[in-house]
Each structure stands twice: as C-alpha cells, then as structure tokens.
C-alpha cells in the first residue's frame, strides 16, 4: 500500500483551494452531525439496480481524457494508470489505498494511521473536515496538468460509483491527493465493498474501477442516502436502463 508521504502537503493545500462552501444540514453518518445509518445500510443490491457486470460493460474500452498516466503509489516507478471519459462520466481502474483523513474518529486517528491529517479538501455542510471513517468517499488527485478533475464536472460531493468484485457501491468525492497518484478512497468506503479498511495495511491492491458522474453533485455532501439514491438512478442511466 501506498505511503502518503506526499500526501501531507497535498491534501492542506486541497483543502484551501478547494474547500466547498458550507451546505444545508442532514442526517448522516456516525458523529457527522445526524442520526446514525445502520452499519451496511443500503449496501444491499436491489433488483432493478445496475449490477457489477453492466457497469464494467460500460467502461471496457478508454477514450483517455488526461494527459498521461498516474501511479497507484508514491513507491512505484510506472505511471499507468489514465482517466478515461464517456458523454456521462469520468472513469479509472486502479488499486485502492485507505484515506482516513478528516475527523478524528476511533477508527481514524494518528495512532491508526502514522500520516493522518485533520483536514479534507471538501468539507460537511457544518463547515468541517469529512469523516472518513463513516462517509463512503473517493480521493481524486490535486488539479494538474495531467488532469483537473474540476474542468471535467466534477468535484466535492460529485455521485461516484465504485466496483470491486461483484459489489457496486456510491459514494462522493470527498477529498484530493497528491497530483501524480490515483487510487484512493475512505475508511467507510472500503467497508462497504468488504476490503480491508485499516490505512496502514489495508485495501486492495488492483480491480477496483471508479466512476465518477459528471454535473452530479449532491446536498450536503455528507448525506449518504442521497449519494446511494442518486448514485442508483445514474447507474441505471449510465447502462441504458433509465
């Protein structure tokens, strides 16, 4: 797994340039300002809804949209990963590294997590860091000249829909990472897709795809329902079953 090093003064400066402006309250998460989502509430796949399978039909083939590739980790000396893009969407197949960035948590703090950092990119509709350990988000990397996820509709609380295996989960864009490496997602969102959440020693070393909606941001950032609902109905759209 990656060391986030690099992603100390990244994420800082992420959170100044691109720290979204305060949104209505919700309920969301554990500790996120509302009531409390059951563990794995929503995660269940229901009939009618995009499966796995008809996602990654979707995005076989890549019409590139950056200018160049990414590294999956700060140690690897191969940049090979791009970020491909559809008339709907943004996409990118890569590893996934655990962001538990944000608000100290149980779960996330500097004793589980040596590079922790208090700070998001994108912050809650209260004006503070997200929490990782409870919102399912999906790190992008910082504007560059290979690619400003911004100049493609996207950005803090933009609907992504993440695939590993045969699960399919949503979730938002929640916070920015150093600019040369991709691959990277929260505490919650690894749990949700059964990987291995802990930010030292855990997530997926390959197989997962990121789709990121374009023009899809939700409000508040931090609602997780809506990002499921919303994320449910883009899905259906993006695979022809509108």
Known sequence: MRTRMLALTSAVCGAALLGAAALPASATGPGAG?????????????????????????????????????????????????VCGTKDAVFWKA????????????ACNRRTDP????????????????????????????????????????????????VYRDRVRYGVIGDTGPTGIIGEASYAM??????????????AESGVTYIAFKDSRISPIESRARARSRGAELAREFVGRS
């Open 34 to 82: 509302g009531g409390q989502e059951p563990e794995g509430a929503g995660t269940t796949a229901v009939e009618g809804n995009a499966s796995a399978a008809e996602l990654l039909a979707e995005v076989r083939a890549c019409a590139r949209i950056s200018k160049g590739a990414y590294r999956t980790d700060s140690g690897s000396s191969k940049a090979t990963v791009s």
């Open 95 to 106: 590893d996934m590294d655990i962001d538990c960035d944000g608000r100290k948590t149980k």
């Open 115 to 162: 590079y922790f950092l208090p700070e998001t990119a994108f912050q809650s509709s209260r004006g503070e860091p997200l929490d990782s350990a409870a919102l399912p988000h999906v790190v992008v990397p910082g504007p560059s000249k290979v690619w400003d996820h911004r100049k493609s509709g996207l950005t803090g609380g933009s609907v992504v829909a993440v």
């Open 190 to 203: 690894a749990k949700t897709l059964g990987i291995d959440a802990d930010p030292s020693t855990g997530g």
